[in-house]
């Protein structure tokens, strides 16, 4: 049998293993199981499912081995968990991100992934246009469920408009159409969003998609998430932000289904970004509302998730007097500034909120999670404080690498001061305010889908 394309890569094997005690050693490849080219993380549990498996590796010279386990871990851990590349995207929406993106990010943000593995497993949002009979298929017969799907608008034209595939790279025109994909995949439970812009699949058109996605019992819930705008939309369809006028109407709409489908679903099934409050200057729905922060990583009830945990007993008084900088995004700045008010009134402690314009993706984009080193570098001077403290969320999962290659490292060096990660709660916040102890560094949504488009994006970006 030949190779495949993307041979899995073996990080680390088990030691008393069965494949530690077939001589497997990492750094080795795992070509195929039971003669089946393994293209990733979840057809190889898939194979090993059957009971009796062969599994076929090679060593760096290129030699091969065999061997085979019954009802067993073979003891094999990947780093990866997709072997063939991310599928790529079939779509030019006109309101794509990756489209508005600057120059000298990290060159993972450019890929424009779509792939339902990644979906399955750590929940990003996919369109599933790029799929084939045989995708589908698969998504059935191994009950890949839930998975996580862009719908956008439900009228048919509205959303063709809107996502405008390439014809050429869509492989089966059927996965073009909602309601032939909703209904070929009714088994699958789904989680849906809505990106709404402002005169095309807001107002009425909400309405009607809420309504329509309502009547499928197997779509658990929908985010409605305000359009991202960037300063960088060379030769794209002119877009604009939400007025807080139409962020209230988009509420108001949400609101209305949440209110009726609550007591005949059991959930509230509609949810509004925290984006879509703050800009239409209204409060922040309960952390009950949110049952169970389902869509974090939309930005569904970060803030409210954020101030869950309230802040950590506070002393009256410092040992040593210490200045610390809470840099974030102008969006989130006035209820950061509002939640760590208590701080403010420790003595020797000076702590200061600084809402940071967004040069990197220019000043329309307000959220703290794309700020950049550069932003922080241009409005922050080296020494005004003892401790500067970001969000986790501005960091490549897992490191401490920022959007545009820049480091915690690289600011520490250039603002001669200690820069760590303030915590994903406020009372880690808090906390690391009082000890300048770092307490937690990982996101708040977990394993992003943006971790693996990282440890893929070289080589898909190879493969060309």
């Known amino acids: 049998m030949a190779d495949p394309l993307y041979p899995a890569p073996i990080a680390r094997v088990v030691p008393g293993s069965p494949a530690a005690k077939a001589g497997v050693q990492a750094g080795w490849t795992l070509l195929a199981v039971n003669g089946v080219a393994i293209p990733d993380i979840l057809a190889y549990r898939r194979e090993l499912a059957r009971g009796e498996t062969t599994l076929r590796v090679r060593d760096p010279h290129g030699q091969p081995l ?74 059935l017969n191994e009950h890949l469920s839930p998975l996580y799907l862009s ?67 197997h779509v658990l819930a ?30 108001q709409r949400i609101h209305t289904i949440q209110r009726r489908l609550l007591p005949e679903r059991g959930s509230r ?17 309960p952390a009950e509302s949110y049952e169970g922060f389902q869509m974090l990583e939309n930005g569904v009830g970060m803030v409210r998730d954020f101030l869950s945990e309230p802040l950590p007993p506070l002393p009256a008084r410092l040992e040593a007097p210490k200045r610390v900088l809470l840099a974030t ?20 402690l000076s702590l200061t909120v600084r809402a940071l314009k967004n040069r990197t993706f220019g000043e329309v984009t307000t959220v703290a999670g794309l700020l950049a080193g550069r932003d922080l570098l241009t409005q922050i ?52 305010v009082l000890s300048s102890v770092q307490v937690s560094s990982l996101p708040q949504f977990g394993f992003s889908t943006h971790a693996v488009k990282e440890q893929n994006a070289e080589v898909r970006l190879k493969a060309g």
């Open 66 to 139: 065999e061997f085979t386990v019954e009802w067993e871990d073979p003891g094999l851990e990947f780093d990866e968990v997709i072997f063939d590349g991310l599928r790529l995207c079939a779509n030019q929406c006109e309101f794509c991100y990756v489209h508005q993106m600057p120059k000298g990010m990290r060159k993972s943000l450019y890929l424009m992934d779509d792939d339902f593995r990644t979906s399955f497993l750590y929940g990003s949002f996919v369109t599933l246009t790029n799929l084939t009979e045989a995708d589908i298929a698969r998504i």
């Open 381 to 432: 001077a080296p020494g005004e404080a003892d401790l500067l403290l970001v969000s986790p969320n501005v960091l490549k999962y897992g490191t401490e690498t920022l959007l545009d290659e820049r480091t915690l490292g690289d600011l520490r060096r250039e603002l001669k001061m200690a820069v760590m990660v303030g915590g994903s709660t406020l009372r880690a916040l808090g906390e690391t």
């Open 329 to 348: 995004g102008q969006l989130f700045a006035p209820i950061l500034a509002q939640a760590v008010e208590p701080l403010t009134r420790i003595d020797r």
């Open 222 to 251: 929908v985010a409605c998430v305000p359009v991202g705008l960037t300063a960088h939309r060379v030769n794209l369809p002119k877009l604009r932000p939400f007025t807080p006028e139409e962020a209230r109407d988009a509420l």
């Open 151 to 217: 719908v956008h608008a439900t009228d048919e034209a509205l959303r063709r408009e809107m996502m405008r595939w390439w014809r050429l790279k869509v492989k089966d025109q059927r996965a073009t159409s909602l309601d032939y994909m909703l209904k070929r995949l009714a088994p699958i439970d789904l989680y849906t969003q809505l990106v709404l812009v402002p005169g095309r699949n807001d107002g009425e058109e909400l309405t009607a998609s809420l309504e329509y996605l309502a009547t499928h019992d």
């Open 269 to 285: 099934f509609a949810f509004a970004s925290d984006e879509l409050y703050l800009l239409a200057g209204e409060p922040l729905p």
